[in-house]
């Protein structure tokens, strides 16, 4: 039997190889370098975005909330009213809103771009319409108060529109002029700075309810306190313990607001206290580009002599007789 030729040895070799080494991933060095450099750019800058978020959240302005009794009321003009009776000739005391800018009646007179106002009066409107909305809260709270808005057609460029009445309109549109109120709540339509604010709206007071106020309340900015406090109110003599003041101020450095009242206001009405000569009479002149007069000479005679009082020297105090002095 011949033999059998055993079949050649096929020899294939398999390269050895680390099982770890084989199923290890791609090495990351390169990429976690590039994931570092990343989180050190980028976490500083989040840690200052995060620092100015918070400064500016603790300093920001805080903004000026409207009276809590009237934030709630829905703005509209109220076409048809059911006026509450009122006998006006029980009305003791007069709330007075001085007008500063000029709401021209259309659109929301919570945006400012409905409003005439000066430049540096940009961003005030809020506290404009705080002032309304406390006026309009201290009659509400009071049924023998009677509100006196005051300010003339002042600036030429806002057309035939009043202070005064662009506020009543104001209140109006945003619904406060309720019926419980509405008949206590006037203008005042000639005053051409503060010391006639006070003056007039008295005159307004007179010829509304025949009488003269036992009280006076002023709704203003807080910086101007001082000025219609210890200088209007002694230029017309009134009782200290009768004239309260409600100062709402602005947004805005207070320090600087109080440094340009001294200037601006404050120590020229100390030595000019009627506004006769001067920057104070040439600040009326201007405030009166329609060329009004008032008729308050007639309709208030027993405090006649104080509408065109001019002294010598020109911080002497008016002695004369006055109704609230009695």
Same mark, same amino acid.
């Given at each position: 039997?011949?033999?059998?030729?055993?079949?050649?040895?096929?020899?294939?070799?398999?390269?050895?190889?680390?099982?770890?080494?084989?199923?290890?991933?791609?090495? #990351?060095?390169?990429?976690?370098?590039?994931?570092?450099?990343?989180?050190?750019?980028? #976490?500083? /800058?989040?840690?200052?975005? =995060?620092?100015?978020?918070?400064?500016?959240?603790?300093?920001?302005?805080?903004?000026?909330?409207?009276?809590?009794? #009237?934030?709630?009321?829905?703005?509209?003009?109220? %076409? !048809?009213?059911?006026?509450?009776?009122?006998?006006?000739?029980?009305?003791?005391?007069?709330?007075?809103?001085?007008? $500063? +800018?000029?709401?021209?009646?259309?659109?929301?007179?919570?945006?400012?771009?409905?409003?005439?106002?000066?430049?540096?009066?940009? +961003?005030?409107?809020?506290?404009?319409?705080?002032?309304? +909305?406390?006026?309009?809260? %201290?009659?509400?709270? $009071?049924?023998?108060?009677? #509100?006196?808005?005051?300010?003339?057609?002042?600036?030429?460029?806002?057309?035939? !529109?009043?202070?005064?009445?662009?506020?009543?309109?104001?209140?109006?549109? %945003?619904?406060?002029?309720?019926?419980?109120?509405?008949?206590?709540?006037?203008?005042?339509?000639?005053?051409?700075? =503060?010391?006639?604010?006070?003056?007039? =709206?008295?005159?307004?007071? $007179?010829?509304?309810? +025949?009488?003269?106020?036992?009280?006076?309340?002023?709704?203003?900015?807080?910086?101007?306190?001082?000025?219609?406090?210890?200088?209007?109110?002694?230029?017309?003599?009134?009782?200290?313990?009768?004239?309260?003041?409600?100062?709402?101020?602005?947004?805005?450095?207070?320090?600087?607001?109080?440094?340009?009242?001294?200037?601006?206001?404050?120590?020229?009405?100390?030595?000019?206290?009627?506004? /006769?000569?001067?920057?104070?009479?040439?600040?009326?002149?201007?405030?009166?580009?329609?060329?009004?007069? $008032?008729?308050? !000479?007639?309709?208030?005679?027993?405090?006649?002599?104080?509408?065109?009082? /001019?002294?010598?020297?020109?911080?002497?105090?008016?002695?004369?007789?006055?109704?609230?002095?009695?």
């Amino acid at each position: 039997m011949p033999s059998r030729t055993p079949p050649p040895t096929v020899r294939i070799n398999i390269p050895t190889v680390n099982v770890s080494e084989a199923w290890a991933p791609t090495p #990351l060095r390169k990429q976690r370098i590039f994931g570092t450099r990343l989180v050190r750019l980028y #976490l500083p /800058c989040l840690l200052i975005l =995060s620092l100015v978020t918070n400064i500016y959240y603790f300093t920001r302005p805080t903004p000026l909330a409207l009276p809590a009794t #009237l934030s709630s009321q829905q703005s509209g003009t109220q %076409m !048809h009213r059911e006026i509450a009776d009122t006998d006006m000739r029980q009305l003791t005391d007069l709330v007075i809103v001085p007008g $500063h +800018g000029v709401y021209l009646g259309a659109g929301s007179p919570l945006d400012e771009a409905n409003w005439y106002l000066q430049e540096q009066q940009r +961003g005030e409107v809020g506290a404009f319409m705080a002032h309304v +909305g406390k006026g309009i809260e %201290m009659v509400k709270e $009071h049924e023998r108060a009677l #509100l006196v808005f005051s300010g003339s057609k002042t600036r030429l460029e806002a057309g035939a !529109h009043s202070e005064a009445v662009g506020y009543w309109t104001a209140a109006d549109r %945003m619904g406060w002029l309720t019926n419980s109120v509405f008949r206590r709540v006037v203008t005042e339509e000639y005053a051409r700075d =503060s010391l006639e604010n006070i003056l007039f =709206s008295i005159a307004r007071f $007179h010829e509304v309810t +025949g009488n003269y106020p036992d009280r006076i309340t002023v709704v203003g900015f807080e910086f101007k306190r001082e000025r219609f406090v210890d200088v209007h109110r002694r230029a017309l003599r009134y009782p200290r313990i009768r004239f309260n003041y409600v100062g709402i101020n602005p947004p805005g450095d207070a320090a600087r607001l109080v440094a340009a009242e001294k200037k601006n206001a404050y120590e020229p009405f100390s030595r000019d206290l009627y506004a /006769c000569e001067g920057t104070l009479a040439e600040k009326r002149r201007e405030r009166n580009p329609f060329m009004l007069a $008032h008729g308050y !000479h007639r309709s208030c005679p027993e405090i006649s002599a104080l509408f065109d009082y /001019c002294p010598n020297p020109l911080s002497s105090v008016f002695d004369g007789d006055l109704p609230w002095l009695n």
